[in-house]
T-cell receptor, first 111, second 116 residues
Framework: DAKTTQPTSMDCAEGRAANLPCNHS???????VYWYRQIHSQGPQYIIH???NNETNEMASLIITEDRKSSTLILPHATLRDTAVYYC????????????FGKGTHLIIQP | DADVTQTPRNRITKTGKRIMLECSQT?????MYWYRQDPGLGLRLIYY???????NKGEISDGYSVSRQAQAKFSLSLESAIPNQTALYFC???????????????FGPGTRLTVL
């Protein structure tokens, strides 16, 4: 699986858009970008994934650069409940084994 | 009701004791996983199972064993617990469609294990 690089922590004001970057410069053509988040000591929660097109669901948007070497997760209107560690994971979709979690980005939403 | 449940939620035990952590799911998923999380770190895979007859070691399987009693149940055992197995343990499930395993995994609430 390709290695990812994320900032250790970020702050965002409540009600503003939170933009979380992820670098994955060694991504392969058949690897997807997945985002999960973990709210303090709870089980991680799947957010969104994409291959090369931008994706949006009820939780977030995912913007993948044209060269696919980086991506940004966008939480459009952050709330205090979005404070969590966000993990960017790159892997083949048909991968048989478990996910590889790095240290992620600790996003703190400020009131 | 939660789709993925874990019991117990908290457990304190002593070095050398045998302990079992249990995971049940009502999602009908075929794949189940056990992860471990140490403070300040991401999750690491211990074991995973594709179905009842298939068990696979993950990154850190030493000191652990598992049992897939049914499609809905996947248990993790520590035969002789040691203090460095103190951690947060998560069970997860995912589904296979045809020959494709989807990476959208669904996690349980976790079991906090302390080995004294």
């Amino acid at each position: 699986d390709a290695k990812t690089t994320q900032p250790t922590s970020m702050d965002c004001a409540e009600g503003r858009a939170a933009n979380l970057p992820c670098n994955h410069s060694t991504i392969s053509g058949n690897e997807y970008v997945y985002w999960y988040r973990q709210i303090h000591s709870q089980g991680p929660q799947y957010i969104i994934h994409g291959l090369k097109n931008n994706e949006t669901n009820e939780m977030a948007s995912l913007i993948i650069t044209e060269d696919r070497k980086s991506s940004t997760l966008i939480l459009p209107h952050a709330t205090l409940r979005d404070t969590a560690v966000y993990y960017c994971i790159v892997r083949v979709r048909g991968g048989a084994d478990g996910l590889t979690f790095g240290k992620g980005t600790h996003l703190i939403i400020q009131p | 009701d939660a789709d993925v449940t874990q019991t117990p939620r908290n457990r304190i035990t002593k070095t050398g004791k045998r302990i079992m952590l249990e995971c049940s799911q009502t999602k009908g998923h075929d794949r189940m996983y056990w992860y471990r999380q140490d403070p300040g770190l991401g999750l690491r895979l211990i074991y995973y199972s594709f179905d009842v007859k298939d068990i696979n070691k993950g990154e850190i399987s030493d000191g652990y064993s598992v049992s897939r009693q049914a499609q809905a149940k996947f248990s993790l055992s520590l035969e002789s617990a040691i203090p460095n197995q103190t951690a947060l343990y998560f069970c997860a499930t995912s589904v296979t469609s045809g020959r494709t395993a989807y990476n959208e995994q669904f996690f349980g609430p976790g079991t906090r294990l302390t080995v004294l």
